[in-house]
């Protein structure tokens, strides 16, 4: 039961991320014209508000569906035996981000969709999809030390990998921030744009691209040459097909202006890099099942004395 709620609070990271989106390329982010309630007298959006409230609304109760899926994980873990508690606090992180993420929205709307908080919105949801990953990876692990299964060094070099991808993401927000999707309809001039020239930004990303495949593609080498885990070698390829995937999509949407769908479809993949990225590391050290004190062999005297 822990696998599956871990996996279903896992997904609803991912999904929130995708219809926070969404709610952007339809220029709905100001659908709900305040925060915590829709309009300053309804808790819901009007008739009069039309198809943008909606929008915004729903990904707004979303969070609902997505705090019952890291409540399933939290009650799955605390009524697994044996109880582990790191497998808790992972889910109390979870829960505490999700909230914090939320405040985060509400500022984004009461800011009028400032291109910083909505880039700092992006991030802490990345950060949610790293701590569900994490609890859904640690539920088919022990709570036994961390072994690593290759030298230190190695071990390290796929975190630089990890945080060089992580500067992907980050660049991808700027660009977003000064790019074509404001997150309201085009006629709205009120809304803020990061003051970066939007090529400039979008060849810093495109940079950051280019480093990530080139780690990804010595790691994949340097994992043949020391006969790492299979299940590390087969990680890093599956990224460098994200990145590569990726990197197709984005040059479309930049040579295409950016049409919603393609904007929206790098997004999902943005957050499958981020998720593929982080196996990595985690499929270099094994953690062995802690045996609880009842199960541990008794003793013999002679034993004792040795």
């Not at 969709?113 to 999809?129: E, F, K, Q, R, S």
């Not at 022990?142 to 992907?168: E, F, M, N």
């Amino acid at each position: 039961m822990v696998r599956r709620a871990t996996f279903a609070a896992l997904v609803m990271s991912v999904v929130i991320v995708v219809t926070g989106g969404a709610v952007r390329l339809t220029a709905s982010g100001l659908g709900c014209t305040t925060w915590p309630r829709c309009t300053a007298e309804s808790l819901t959006p009007t008739a009069e508000m039309g198809f943008h409230g909606i929008v915004e609304f729903t990904n707004r109760m979303l969070t609902y569906v997505l705090s019952a899926a890291v409540g399933w994980a939290i009650l799955a873990a605390r009524c697994h035996r044996p109880w582990r508690r790191s497998m808790t606090k992972l889910g109390w992180a979870q829960f505490w981000l999700v909230m914090s993420n939320a405040v985060l929205g509400g500022i984004t709307v009461l800011t009028g969709l400032n291109p910083y908080t909505v880039a700092g919105h992006m991030i802490a949801a990345m950060a949610l999809v790293w701590v569900a990953l994490l609890m859904w990876e640690r539920s088919k692990e022990g709570d036994g030390p961390a072994r690593l299964s290759v030298a230190r060094p190695i071990h390290q070099l796929s975190y630089v990998l990890v945080t060089v991808v992580g500067l992907l993401v980050a660049a991808g927000t700027l660009v977003t921030g000064a790019g074509h999707h404001p997150g309201t309809p085009q006629d709205n001039k009120i809304v803020p744009r990061i003051p970066i020239d939007y090529d400039r930004l979008a060849q810093f990303h495109a940079d950051f691209a280019f480093i990530s495949v080139g780690l990804t593609i010595a790691m994949i080498f340097v994992f043949a040459a020391i006969k790492a885990p299979q299940a590390a070698k087969s990680r890093t390829k599956e990224l460098l097909a994200v990145l590569l995937l990726q990197g197709v999509l984005g040059f479309i949407q930049y040579f295409t202006d950016a049409p919603e769908l393609m904007v929206g479809l790098h997004m999902l993949g943005a957050t499958l890099t981020w998720i593929a990225a982080l196996r990595i590391p985690l499929a270099l050290r094994v953690r062995e099942v802690e045996a609880a004190p009842e199960q541990l062999p008794a003793q013999t005297p002679q034993a004792a004395t040795v």
